[in-house]
């Protein structure tokens, strides 16, 4: 019996990290996938676009090489291709020097002092923080000096777009002495996008689809309550797919609308609403035909106005520039970091701070400024504030950095929760049970539908 195009195993709604990690793992255990993107482009804010002839990320520009997208990619026997920085791959900029924090006595110190500092309160239950102690709080009990705060705000500002009087201190005890924390990573030579690339190969070669520039427009409905399938407009045509399970990475707010409030508890709608907190980070691009910087790879900042790090895509290896240009961007995280603030005084703010941190920088040329903020934001949620990832309804998922695992962030959390979630499909709807749970009757009228918006 031939099947029916439109009828998939999985439907994932949102080609950013976390749907491209439970895609290619759905994919590779023998589910027909079906992942459906809005953009022209894979890879969320985790991707690459071109502006002029230079390359520029969306969001992520290092990846983790010990973390869950390397897990990810040996799980699927595939090759990782990143690019790491000869020398000093990671600097700390206080005042005016360099300090190689990737390696020797500062790197010793980086990596191993927050698991002396969590082994001691461990040991001495009354330096521990309490729960839902922030950093500033927690490490006020020690020190008052002002180096120190700014330190963290930036360190915090620079790993989960956050500051210290938001951060958890638990959560921070926990990431920086026990997770693989950014500690080796390596840049994706042709921009973050070519992350996804081949687990987006995974999903077409094992029969799947992947639909750019369409969008879910609603969930559709057995009438057990579990999804049915959706309603997707894609290249301006509306149409209906079904599936058996369904994993969101449009964030847990949207799921919630894709679905619609009626289908969870009571409350539940409200729940999500009340713990949504997105965060924020401003980016410059800027190139310059003169070389602006002597670390290789990233720059954190002991005090600065707003700028928490900087990077370095001048190496030929990472194909990003044009030949002849050094290339660079500088990030900075608003006040608050969460929530309302102005961008234009913002923008001037980390302008001030790429004047004085890169001289030359006034010679160089701006190629972008991305403010991800809100609907498109640098975190969905900072770490220790994510919602769970399962929903009120048996098969449908939320993945992505909303619903991260706690103490955990960025891309790699990304792909940690989609092994959970996919774990997760794999015991409770098992391809060979897949087939018995009923198809519903395709939707005759999809303008009906479409006439929620
Ligand atoms: C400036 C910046 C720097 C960062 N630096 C790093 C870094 O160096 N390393 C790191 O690991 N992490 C970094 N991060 C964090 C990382 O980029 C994010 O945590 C991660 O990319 C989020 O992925 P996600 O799975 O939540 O999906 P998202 O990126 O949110 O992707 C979701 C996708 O779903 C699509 N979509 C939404 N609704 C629909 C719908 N209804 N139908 C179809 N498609 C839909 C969207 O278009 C989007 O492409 C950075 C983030 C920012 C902003």
């Not at 701070?353 to 006034?362: H, I, T």
Request: proline share 7%.
């Amino acid at each position: 019996m031939q099947r029916d195009p439109s009828n998939f195993d999985a439907l994932v709604i949102g080609a950013g990290a976390g749907g491209m990690c439970a895609a290619a793992r759905l994919s590779a255990h023998g589910y027909r996938t079906l992942l459906v993107e809005s953009l022209d482009r894979i890879g969320g804010r985790a991707s690459t676009r071109k502006v002029g002839d230079f390359l520029c990320n969306t969001g992520a520009l290092i990846i983790e090489r010990d973390g869950a997208v390397a897990k990810t990619y040996e799980d699927l026997g595939l090759p990782l291709d990143l690019y790491v920085p000869p020398r000093a791959s990671t600097v700390l900029r206080v005042g005016k020097k360099d300090i190689n924090v990737s390696e020797g006595f500062f790197g010793w110190l980086r990596n191993v002092a927050p698991g002396i500092l969590s082994g001691i309160t461990k040991l001495i239950p009354p330096l521990r923080p309490k729960k839902g102690q922030s950093v500033s709080s927690w490490i006020g009990r020690f020190t008052r000096n002002e180096a120190v705060h700014h330190l963290l705000d930036n360190v915090l500002g620079a790993m989960f777009a956050a500051n210290a009087q938001i951060f958890f201190a638990d959560v921070f005890l926990h990431y920086f002495s026990t997770d693989t924390s950014f500690k080796k990573f390596g840049l994706p030579p042709g921009g973050t996008i070519e992350v996804w690339k081949p687990l987006a190969k995974v999903v077409t070669d094992k029969g799947g689809e992947i639909w750019l520039n369409s969008t879910v427009k609603h969930l559709t409905f057995a009438p057990d309550g579990r999804v049915s399938g959706a309603v997707v407009e894609s290249n301006g045509e509306l149409k209906t797919v079904s599936c058996k399970v369904a994993i969101s990475n449009a964030g847990p707010l949207q799921t919630v609308q894709l679905a619609g409030e009626g289908r969870f508890p009571d409350g539940y709608a409200q729940e999500v609403r009340n713990a949504t907190h997105p965060a924020a980070i401003i980016t410059v691009h800027f190139a310059s035909t003169q070389p602006l910087a002597n670390f290789s790879g990233l720059a954190l900042f002991s005090k600065t106005r707003r700028m928490v790090y900087a990077a370095n895509f001048s190496a030929p290896e990472l194909q990003r520039a044009p030949s002849g240009w050094y290339f660079y961007c500088g990030a900075s995280v608003p006040h608050p970091p969460c929530g309302e603030f102005n961008v234009e005084a913002e923008q001037a703010l980390l302008i001030e701070d790429l004047r004085e941190q890169f001289p030359g920088f006034e010679q160089a040329r701006i190629i972008a400024v991305d403010v991800t903020a809100h609907d498109w934001p640098a975190q969905r949620a900072v770490s220790g504030y994510d919602l769970p990832r399962n929903t009120p309804i048996g098969n449908l998922w939320n993945v992505g950095d909303g619903v991260k695992p706690w103490a955990q962030g960025g891309t790699a959390s990304c792909a940690e929760v989609a092994r959970l979630v996919v774990n997760d499909i794999l015991a409770r709807y098992p391809l060979h049970a897949l087939s018995k749970l009923n198809t519903p009757p395709p939707i005759d009228d999809v303008s009906a539908l479409a006439a929620k918006d």
